[in-house]
């Protein structure tokens, strides 16, 4: 007899016994940690080597991308409640907290899509200098990750209103979030290597 | 066979994580309100990367529920991590941003 822990799917007859969708997630979340790394290495390489501005400390305004921070991480907590309730067999609240997700990434894209506007219309661009370079490089893949998540949360909230998303399926939400929380986790990072340490005390210091 | 998979737990209530967000929430206005103190100018650095550790520990335990879930799920995640860390140290040392 199999015992399963609240919130896990039952057994399956795989070689480990486990679900081999969630196992393919995270072996490409571990994958895709070495895009990212890749990617802020690069930014950290050629840190402080423009010859030209505009420069790090001109451009960003940390109130406004702290605001920014703080919406992807309560779409985390929107995400995670969308499991629960999926789980509970709560659809209204699924659908609920889906499309509050879906919403708060809309948000942060969109203060994305004002923030590269505001750099580009100071002088910031792609081929502008190493900063621009690395900087777009990195947040625009990070944002195209974002806009996937989006996709991915609102095709789930159709097909829950569509009704085909009865708790037995919870796991389809939980790649989801998974997913989604790894988004949250790579904009952690890049919030404190790419914006905090340009904050003025680490800039003035050095 | 035997029964249950090993080490794996119940998952957390929505409350406890309503409590991880608020801590999150917490950490971040930490991180927000050091860089402007100018008396942590020497050591912000360290406290910058502490915070965005704990913060992302925090969501992977959690909201990923790694710290419930099979052992080989983490396995997979943090050994992206760790070749990952390894390639930016190796990258950082190479250019000689952090070694001279």
């Known amino acids: 007899m199999h015992v399963t822990a609240p919130g896990h799917a039952a057994p399956l007859e795989t070689s480990t016994g486990l679900d081999h969708r969630k196992l393919l997630m995270w072996a490409f979340l571990g994958s895709d940690c070495l895009f990212f790394g890749s990617l802020i290495a690069t930014y950290l390489l050629y840190r402080g080597k423009s010859i030209t501005g505009p420069y790090p400390h001109e451009v960003f305004n940390i109130p406004y991308t702290s605001v920014s921070a703080f919406?992807?991480?309560t779409s985390s907590l929107t995400m995670v409640?969308?499991?629960?309730?999926?789980?509970?067999?709560d659809q209204r609240g699924l659908?609920?907290?889906?499309?509050?997700?879906?919403?708060?990434?809309?948000v942060f894209l969109g203060?994305?899509?004002?923030?590269f506007t505001t750099f580009i219309r100071e002088g910031l661009t792609l081929r502008a200098n190493l900063f621009g370079s690395t900087f777009f490089t990195l947040t625009g893949f990070h944002g195209a990750h974002v806009t996937v998540g989006v996709i991915?949360?609102?095709s789930l909230f159709v097909t829950a209103l569509r009704g085909r998303l009865p708790r037995e399926r919870h796991l389809n939400v939980e790649l989801a979030g998974l997913y989604w929380h790894f988004?949250?986790?790579?904009?952690?990072?890049?919030?404190?290597?790419?914006?905090?340490?340009?904050?003025?005390?680490?800039?003035?210091?050095g | 066979m035997s029964s249950a998979r090993p080490r794996e737990r119940a998952h957390p209530t929505p409350a406890r994580y309503t409590a991880v967000a608020l801590v999150l929430a917490v950490v971040t206005i930490v991180e927000v309100t050091a860089v402007y103190q100018a008396f942590l100018a020497d050591i912000l650095l360290p406290i910058l990367l502490v915070l965005s550790a704990t913060k992302f520990a925090l969501v992977a335990m959690f909201y990923m529920h790694l710290r419930f879930d099979h052992r080989l799920f983490s396995a997979l995640f943090v050994g992206g991590l760790l070749l990952t860390a390894?390639?930016?140290?190796a990258l950082l040392a190479l250019f000689r941003v952090i070694v001279q």
Not at chain 1, 81 to 89: D, M, N, S, T
Not at chain 1, 95 to 106: D, F, H, I, N, P
Not at chain 1, 193 to 198: A, F, H, I, P, R
């Open chain 1, 183 to 205: 988004v949250d986790v790579v904009w952690i990072v890049i919030f404190t290597v790419v914006y905090l340490v340009e904050a003025p005390n680490i800039v003035g210091a």
């Open chain 2, 86 to 89: 390894g390639i930016l140290i």
């Open chain 1, 152 to 154: 991915i949360l609102l």
């Open chain 1, 81 to 89: 409640l969308a499991l629960a309730a999926i789980q509970r067999g």
């Open chain 1, 95 to 106: 659908k609920a907290w889906l499309l509050a997700t879906a919403l708060l990434g809309g």
């Open chain 1, 71 to 73: 919406v992807l991480l």
């Open chain 1, 111 to 115: 203060g994305q899509y004002f923030e």
